[in-house]
């Protein structure tokens, strides 16, 4: 296990700082073309807590993505996956990830055609992705979590989806959680691993 010191957790921080800031940005968008609401708005058709809970699951996915790395070095490949990256690669995979996002918006009353562009193109990403094994575990973790913890917040009124299908959520949703994982790695490269290794 790397160790867990100021100067990576401060990385972990920046991390989800840019990534809040971003997923906030598009969840605005969200609200925007319908796809969700919140029964309680603040600013933007937003409620309060989303900028504060996109900061604390961004930083769980960092820390969650270090210790992927140590329990799966063994049995995986994981050479580059645990070495330091580029900005570049991080802000190309950030950006295809927003557009991804942006596209679940306003595509949100086409939700069958979502599901075949999310995970189909995610099947043709892992295809041409390094190190597909761990991307494949990483992906399907933060595909499921992220369907999983906005269920939950669905079942407690905090948040409706437009096309809710299961569980309080649409099933792209999964899909769309699981290229982030893409944006997670080169975002972990770039900002975190520099510190932790």
């Not at 708005?41 to 699951?57: D, I, N, T």
């Not at 900005?87 to 599901?115: K, Q």
């Not at 990403?125 to 979590?145: D, N, P, Q």
């Amino acid at each position: 296990m790397p160790a867990i010191n100021v100067s990576v957790l401060f990385a972990v921080f920046k991390l989800a700082l840019l990534a809040a800031c971003v997923a906030t940005f598009c969840d605005a968008v969200h609200v925007y073309t319908g796809t969700l609401r919140y029964p309680d708005p603040v600013w933007f058709g937003q409620a309060a807590w989303v900028f504060p809970l996109f900061l604390l699951a961004f930083a769980a996915m960092a820390l969650a993505y270090l210790v992927l790395l140590h329990y799966l070095r063994g049995p995986l490949a994981l050479k580059l996956s645990r070495s330091a990256g580029s900005a570049s690669a991080m802000v190309e995979a950030i950006t295809l990830f927003a557009f991804c996002y942006l596209l679940s918006g306003f595509g949100n009353e086409s939700p069958v055609f979502l599901n075949w562009v999310f995970y189909g193109t995610l099947l043709i990403r892992l295809v041409f992705s390094y190190e597909r094994c761990f991307m494949l575990i990483l992906a399907t973790m933060l595909g499921l979590s992220g369907m999983l913890a906005e269920g939950l917040l669905g079942s407690l009124a905090m948040v409706a989806y437009r096309e809710a299908e299961i569980f309080h959520v649409p099933w792209w949703l999964g899909g769309l959680y699981a290229h982030g994982a893409f944006a997670l790695r080169e975002s972990m490269r770039a900002l975190v691993l520099s510190e932790a290794y």
